[in-house]
């Protein structure tokens, strides 16, 4: 069993900047790859990001590449989602997600656990 808890969420302007947090408890974080993912209200959840056990591998999705990059610490079983320029249609739920395997999975049906969430909005 993965606990996953997110931080880092918030209220931020048009072409502000957040990192985002996702603290890994119980079994080995490094047997994991992480993602990012998002909801939007109204909208499906959708992949963001992920990178793979040893950071060897990472895939980020094109409307965020160049802003948002990926990262892990695996040493304090953490692994972080920096956004910077963002715009207000990166607003959303945004969860990070725990899958056993060794690749860089974009399908969430990939992953095993998941965090509760952590708000993102950004006004314009």
């Known amino acids: 069993q993965v606990q996953l808890v997110e931080s880092g969420g918030g209220l931020v302007q048009t072409g502000g900047s957040l990192r985002l947090s996702c603290t890994a408890s119980g079994r080995t974080f490094s047997s994991y790859a992480m993602g990012w993912f998002r909801q939007a209200p109204g909208k499906e959840r959708e992949f963001v990001a992920a990178i793979s056990r040893s950071a060897g591998n990472i895939y980020v999705v094109d409307s965020v590449k160049g802003r948002f990059t990926i990262s892990r610490d695996n040493a304090k079983s953490t692994a972080f989602l920096q956004m910077n320029s963002l715009k207000p249609e990166d607003t959303a739920v945004y969860y990070c997600?725990?899958?056993?395997?060794?690749?860089?999975?974009?399908?969430?049906?990939?992953?095993?656990?998941w965090g509760q969430g952590t708000q993102v909005t950004v006004s314009s």
């Open positions: 997600a725990a899958a056993p395997i060794g690749v860089v999975p974009t399908n969430p049906n990939d992953y095993y656990y």
